[in-house]
């Protein structure tokens, strides 16, 4: 039987990325009907008319899109206004960020649908739709770091970019998988002094051995960790334990001790955050300043670049996608390595052991 798959057009606040650009869903075409909710596109550049060209049929409301397809392909996890709209029928294919999100975990089990965290899928020991869009956040923790900085966002009044070759300001990275290295590797360019913390020290001497003497390179919890965090003028917080809630690794008395008008940019907050005591904030309410210092923790900073992220993301998910049109596709999910630990929530179960110890849950098992 054809399969059903709907874009709805996202509802989180100042969220304009869509799943999937008219380009990638023309190969869909025959193997299953394409719904889009009106509007879905239009963040990210691309028209209904775009869509319909592509073979889409465009569906005038979020009602009318979850009560048509089965397919549910997503970017963000369902907000409060989408939960009703959710049924037992539904695969929701999308960054679910579960380990943090305990009410979003109840409702998803209750409705026995079908939860995919796209963020999870793995290809050898990486997380290909996490790493394009880490690499985004990664870039945008400096940029907003630097718009955080200006006298008028309440910062420190410093440009973070070096004007005559010196470097005036300090940018301290924690955590350097891929939004950390991305983060460093803006910093450099601008001419920051950069310091990179990491509990992985192999990653720390690929860090040294790339960068020379444009990088200091620090274990996590040292002493000098500590000194480079409280000293730094941007602070960007970037670990990651996969799947569950991260370490913190900021604390309030780091905060405490920073200088005023400095910044912190926790890009950890999808997963709950790493600087303690956060809240999560919104692109259009982007930080709280705590001790004169500026806590920025902004959960889809690359939804503040639509266009750029949704081709991105549609790019690396196209692929996954098929897996869903098969037949077969439950077992496909099931018994594939790469894909197994995306399948978090099935029919009231769940399935993930990361999210069930990080919410004290029950884990359960397929049988
Ligand atoms: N806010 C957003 O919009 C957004 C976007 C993309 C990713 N993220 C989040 O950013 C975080 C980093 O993602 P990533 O793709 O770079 O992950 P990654 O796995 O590539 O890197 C995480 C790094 O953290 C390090 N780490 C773990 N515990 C640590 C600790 N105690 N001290 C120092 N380092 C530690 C790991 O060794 C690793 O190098 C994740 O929480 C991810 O969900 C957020």
Redesign the pocket.
Known sequence: MIKKLGIPKEVKQDEGRVALIPEHITQFTGLADIFVETQAGVGSGFTDEDYKQAGAKIVSSAEELYGTAQIICKVKEPQSEEFELLNSDHVLFGYL?LASNLSLTKILLEKKLTGIAT?MIMSGKE?PL??P??KI??NLAIQKGMQFLEYSSKGKGLLLSSLSGEKNSKVTV???????RSSIHKSIQIGASVTA????ED?LNELKNQYGENITTLV??SESATNAIRSADLVVG?????GRK??I?ITEEDISSMEKGSVIVD?????GGCVEGVKPNTHSEPFEIRSGVIVSA?????GAVPKTSSIELSTNLQKYVDYLLVENWFDEYKNNESLRPSLQIHNGLLLSEEVADSLSLTLSKLV
């Open positions: 960020h963020e997380y996490l790493i869009m880490s956040a990664g924690i955590g350097c998988g891929e939004v950390g913390i990491d509990i992985n990653i996590s919890g970037a670990v990651l334990l996969p991260p370490p690794v890009v950890a907050i999808d997963q902004i959960a889809n900073l690359p």
